[in-house]
């Protein structure tokens, strides 16, 4: 740690160094000489095990790059239109899949299969050739066939054929293209089959990547440290091999004349000091506790100088940060960013603590500061505050900039009446209720923590039950044309009917849903509801909120997309709300899920806009149809006026962008008057339209098509709103 000293070993008096140098220094040798094998056992396990986790991802990288490929041309139009066409489009086809046969990047062979699984046509070498395939190939693709999902994704698997290992991958051959969905016989689609022969050019570029000696393929494993292969059925089909790096066997080589230098030397000095030794196992002591990417101290070193200090009784402050965002920002950057963010918050966490605490990398995105002494407590929390302020500002990472919180938690403790690990955990806990309350603040520990941290863990379980009886119900709040009063569209808003809370909005308990994995199958069992719901209201379009947990989710808009299409749900009439801080956290992400949504032929709306989480150029990032400006600017806009030109400028911008400006939680006919006069096209809120059932929907969807639209209602009148809702919602 930055002023760690370990314990000062007990120096030995003139009078008795004569008679304890000779057992000290033999103890010492020993000693050292066991620390040393042990340390070059560990190294070469630990690079012995983390040349086999690279080599596992580095197999699992070339079967996946085989399968996207091989989903990449057969879901590609003009592919389908070459395959389906009669006669075959063989010049196409030359130029796109037999050139890749001749590249042999992806594949060696690329063999076309008719819906009936008789070989249609190949291509080997870039040229146009039947290809025999054997027996264990055609057993591996026809359960490959069978193993395709619902989603068309390529089916992989690797297989021993004859006296060598491949690849093989497999996808039926569709349009993109719904409108050329008629290209595909009625009997079935055609296959794609890619093989890739592995060989010495990709054992190659595995070692040359992984910096790993004489990497290759075998049927068989010999002595060297190996990596199985099985087929998709568990069988195995050979192994990648290599030789043992035994890196701490060279550094150990390497250090031994400066070890046999340093040994003579403590030999000359050690009648006189034995300090020299002691500075060598200090160092040895720091390595073992300092974290290598941050260059701070790590956990253990946390838990020895609690330790250590455990006999002085004094007041510490222990707080625990977890980064919001990181793992976004590691899933849509890569890991390198995602390291080079490390480091950058641990700079920051070091400027921040300066002389105050001592900072500490625990692992992951988890840090700890520690404070010592008189107002140990309320240093910690000025230490943590900066640290929050500094994370306002974006981390430049790689040219790009990286927006990320921290949720602290906070304990104060005594030295040596609990321990280091009780006192970890008490700080853990309230790092978890901060992030439970919303991210980007700072929890002090106290017993009632226990309640809250027992009660988020009854809620989830609450949660994973009502998913499973579907006890979740929808209502719908109407949005209101400022002209002509009419609904132009509703948004569903979810309800739970807790046995014991009583009935619970989205906001009760859908921060718990996204830190447990449940948004996604909680948004699927709504869009059936709406769906059912809708049957009977035409054409109005349908508002759904989508949470960071769904967007986060692998494979979420695939998902979203296929629901829609068998619930006979026409994309266009959805609106689907994403929140403005989603694309200030990561806008590039926001960016992609915002431009995916649009090719799906939904509307976006931009939630919560003017909020204080982005500037106007959020619009320049995506084509929003609307602009929801947030409540508290409206509910402001009366009475501020720096609130009512801020509000202005949102409607002006929005409209500069070809969007319409919502103005939500409108709780005044005053409010709606004013929404009106400063240009709003639509209006949301309790004045006009509390959340009602679907019933009720349907009810007052009859009723004004038998009445029409209510009048726009002018600045003077003191009479009804837009619409009248009290006989529906109470």
Same mark, same amino acid.
């Given at each position: 740690?930055?002023?760690?000293?370990?314990?000062?070993?007990?120096?030995?008096?003139?009078?008795?160094?004569?008679?304890? *140098?000779?057992?000290?220094?033999?103890?010492?040798?020993?000693?050292?000489?066991?620390?040393?094998?042990?340390? $070059?056992?560990? +190294?070469?396990?630990?690079?012995?095990?983390?040349?086999?986790?690279?080599?596992?991802? &580095?197999?699992?990288?070339?079967?996946?790059?085989? @399968?996207?490929?091989?989903?990449?041309?057969?879901?590609?139009?003009?592919?389908?239109?070459?395959?389906?066409?009669?006669?075959?489009?063989?010049?196409?086809?030359?130029?796109?899949?037999? &050139?890749?046969?001749?590249?042999?990047?992806?594949?060696?062979?690329?063999?076309?299969?008719?819906?009936?699984?008789?070989?249609?046509?190949?291509?080997?070498?870039?040229?146009?050739?039947?290809?025999?395939?054997?027996?264990?190939?055609?057993? @591996?693709?026809?359960?490959?066939?069978?193993?395709?999902?619902?989603?068309?994704? &390529?089916?992989?698997?690797?297989?021993?054929?004859?006296?060598?290992?491949?690849?093989?991958?497999?996808?039926?051959?569709?349009?993109?293209?719904?409108?050329?969905?008629?290209?595909?016989?009625?009997?079935?689609?055609?296959?794609?089959?890619?093989?890739?022969?592995?060989?010495?050019?990709?054992?190659?570029?595995?070692?040359?990547?992984?910096?790993?000696?004489?990497?290759?393929?075998? =049927?068989?494993?010999?002595?060297?440290?190996? $990596?199985?292969?099985?087929?998709?059925?568990?069988?195995?089909?050979? $192994?990648?091999?290599?030789?043992?790096?035994?890196?701490?066997?060279?550094?150990?080589?390497? &250090? #031994?004349?400066?070890?046999?230098?340093?040994?003579?030397?403590?030999?000359?000095?050690?009648?006189?000091?034995?300090?020299?030794?002691?500075?060598?196992?200090?160092? =040895?002591?720091?390595?073992? #506790?300092?974290?290598?990417?941050?260059?701070?101290?790590?956990?253990?070193?946390?838990?020895?100088?609690?330790?250590?200090?455990?006999?002085?009784?004094?007041?510490?402050?222990?707080?625990?940060?977890?980064?919001?965002?990181?793992?976004?920002?590691?899933?849509?950057?890569?890991?390198?960013?995602?390291?080079?963010?490390?480091?950058?918050?641990?700079?920051?966490?070091?400027?921040?603590?300066?002389? !105050?605490?001592?900072?500490?990398?625990?692992?992951?995105?988890?840090?700890?500061?520690?404070?010592?002494?008189?107002?140990?407590?309320?240093?910690?929390?000025?230490?943590?505050?900066?640290?929050?302020?500094?994370?306002?500002?974006?981390?430049?990472?790689?040219?790009?900039?990286?927006?990320?919180?921290?949720? +602290?938690?906070?304990?104060?403790?005594?030295?040596?009446?609990?321990?280091?690990?009780?006192?970890?955990?008490?700080?853990?806990?309230?790092?978890?209720?901060?992030?439970?309350?919303?991210?980007?603040?700072?929890?002090?520990?106290?017993?009632?923590?226990?309640?809250?941290?027992?009660?988020?863990?009854?809620?989830?379980? @609450?949660?994973?039950?009502?998913?499973?009886?579907?006890?979740?119900?929808?209502?719908?709040?109407?949005?209101?044309?400022?002209?002509?009063?009419?609904?132009?569209?509703? /948004?569903?808003?979810?309800?739970?009917?807790?046995?014991?809370?009583?009935?619970?909005?989205?906001?009760?308990?859908?921060?718990?849903?996204?830190?447990?994995?449940?948004?996604?199958?909680?948004?699927?069992?709504?869009?059936?509801?709406?769906?059912?719901?809708?049957?009977?209201?035409?054409?109005?379009?349908?508002?759904?909120?989508?949470?960071?947990?769904?967007?986060?989710?692998?494979?979420?808009?695939?998902?979203?997309?296929?629901?829609?299409?068998?619930?006979?749900?026409?994309?266009?009439?959805?609106?689907?709300?994403?929140?403005?801080?989603?694309?200030? /956290?990561?806008?590039?992400?926001? /960016?992609?899920?915002?431009?995916?949504?649009?090719?799906?032929?939904?509307?976006?709306?931009?939630?919560?806009?003017?909020?204080?989480?982005?500037?106007?150029?959020?619009?320049?990032?995506?084509?929003?149809?609307?602009?929801?400006?947030?409540?508290?600017?409206?509910?402001?806009?009366?009475?501020?006026?720096?609130?009512?030109?801020?509000?202005?400028?949102? $409607?002006?911008?929005?409209?500069?962008?070809?969007?319409?400006?919502?103005?939500?939680?409108?709780?005044?006919?005053?409010?709606?008057?004013? #929404?009106? *006069?400063?240009?709003?096209?639509?209006?949301?809120?309790?004045?006009?339209?509390?959340?009602?059932?679907?019933? !009720?929907?349907?009810?007052?969807?009859?009723?004004?098509?038998?009445?029409?639209?209510?009048?726009?209602?002018?600045?003077?009148?003191?009479?009804?709103?837009?619409?009248?809702?009290?006989?529906?919602?109470?």
């Amino acid at each position: 740690m930055s002023r760690y000293n370990p314990p000062e070993l007990m120096k030995p008096t003139r009078q008795r160094l004569v008679q304890l *140098i000779l057992p000290v220094l033999l103890l010492f040798f020993v000693t050292i000489g066991l620390s040393l094998f042990q340390t $070059v056992a560990q +190294v070469n396990q630990v690079e012995a095990q983390r040349s086999r986790m690279a080599v596992n991802a &580095a197999i699992d990288t070339m079967v996946s790059r085989l @399968a996207d490929y091989t989903h990449d041309n057969a879901y590609w139009d003009e592919v389908a239109r070459a395959v389906y066409a009669t006669p075959t489009d063989m010049a196409f086809l030359k130029t796109t899949l037999g &050139a890749a046969t001749q590249e042999r990047v992806y594949a060696d062979t690329i063999v076309v299969l008719s819906p009936g699984g008789a070989q249609q046509l190949a291509f080997r070498n870039g040229q146009r050739q039947d290809t025999e395939l054997t027996p264990s190939l055609t057993d @591996a693709i026809s359960r490959l066939q069978r193993k395709i999902g619902r989603d068309n994704r &390529a089916a992989t698997t690797v297989v021993r054929n004859e006296r060598a290992i491949a690849l093989v991958a497999i996808s039926p051959i569709r349009p993109m293209d719904t409108k050329l969905r008629r290209l595909v016989p009625a009997k079935g689609p055609s296959y794609l089959v890619l093989l890739k022969y592995v060989g010495r050019e990709d054992s190659f570029r595995i070692g040359r990547t992984l910096q790993l000696p004489n990497v290759r393929f075998q =049927l068989q494993p010999g002595r060297d440290p190996f $990596v199985a292969l099985h087929d998709d059925e568990g069988r195995p089909v050979g $192994v990648v091999t290599w030789s043992p790096p035994s890196l701490g066997t060279i550094a150990l080589g390497r &250090a #031994m004349p400066v070890i046999a230098v340093a040994a003579l030397v403590y030999l000359i000095v050690a009648a006189f000091s034995l300090g020299s030794g002691y500075a060598s196992l200090r160092l =040895l002591g720091w390595q073992v #506790m300092a974290d290598s990417l941050s260059r701070l101290p790590n956990r253990r070193a946390l838990r020895w100088e609690m330790i250590r200090r455990a006999d002085s009784r004094e007041d510490a402050g222990l707080a625990i940060l977890d980064l919001d965002g990181f793992k976004m920002v590691n899933d849509s950057f890569g890991h390198e960013t995602g390291d080079q963010l490390i480091k950058a918050v641990a700079a920051l966490l070091k400027q921040a603590a300066g002389t !105050d605490a001592t900072a500490i990398r625990l692992g992951g995105d988890e840090f700890a500061l520690l404070a010592t002494g008189e107002g140990a407590g309320t240093r910690i929390e000025q230490v943590a505050n900066r640290l929050l302020i500094m994370l306002d500002v974006p981390v430049m990472l790689l040219g790009r900039p990286v927006q990320v919180g921290a949720s +602290v938690g906070i304990v104060k403790v005594r030295l040596g009446e609990i321990s280091p690990s009780e006192a970890m955990r008490r700080a853990d806990a309230a790092m978890y209720v901060a992030k439970r309350s919303g991210k980007k603040r700072v929890v002090f520990y106290s017993p009632e923590l226990e309640q809250e941290h027992v009660a988020a863990a009854r809620l989830t379980g @609450a949660l994973r039950k009502a998913i499973e009886t579907r006890e979740f119900t929808v209502h719908y709040q109407p949005m209101i044309d400022c002209r002509s009063g009419n609904v132009v569209s509703v /948004e569903a808003l979810l309800r739970w009917p807790h046995t014991e809370l009583g009935t619970l909005s989205a906001h009760d308990f859908i921060h718990a849903a996204d830190q447990a994995g449940l948004t996604v199958p909680i948004g699927a069992l709504v869009l059936d509801q709406i769906a059912k719901d809708a049957q009977d209201w035409g054409d109005m379009r349908l508002a759904v909120n989508l949470s960071r947990g769904q967007l986060r989710s692998p494979g979420f808009l695939r998902l979203l997309a296929d629901q829609l299409k068998a619930l006979q749900i026409a994309p266009e009439r959805m609106e689907f709300e994403m929140r403005e801080e989603l694309f200030v /956290e990561n806008a590039d992400f926001a /960016e992609e899920i915002a431009a995916e949504l649009r090719q799906m032929g939904s509307r976006l709306v931009l939630d919560n806009f003017g909020s204080g989480f982005a500037a106007f150029n959020t619009l320049e990032r995506a084509d929003f149809a609307k602009v929801k400006i947030d409540t508290g600017l409206v509910s402001r806009a009366a009475s501020d006026d720096r609130a009512l030109v801020l509000l202005q400028s949102c $409607v002006a911008v929005a409209h500069s962008h070809g969007a319409r400006a919502v103005a939500q939680g409108v709780e005044t006919f005053a409010q709606a008057e004013l #929404m009106r *006069i400063v240009g709003c096209d639509e209006i949301q809120g309790w004045t006009y339209g509390r959340p009602i059932s679907a019933a !009720d929907v349907t009810s007052l969807l009859s009723v004004r098509r038998r009445t029409g639209p209510a009048a726009t209602r002018s600045t003077s009148d003191a009479g009804p709103p837009l619409f009248q809702l009290e006989s529906l919602s109470g």
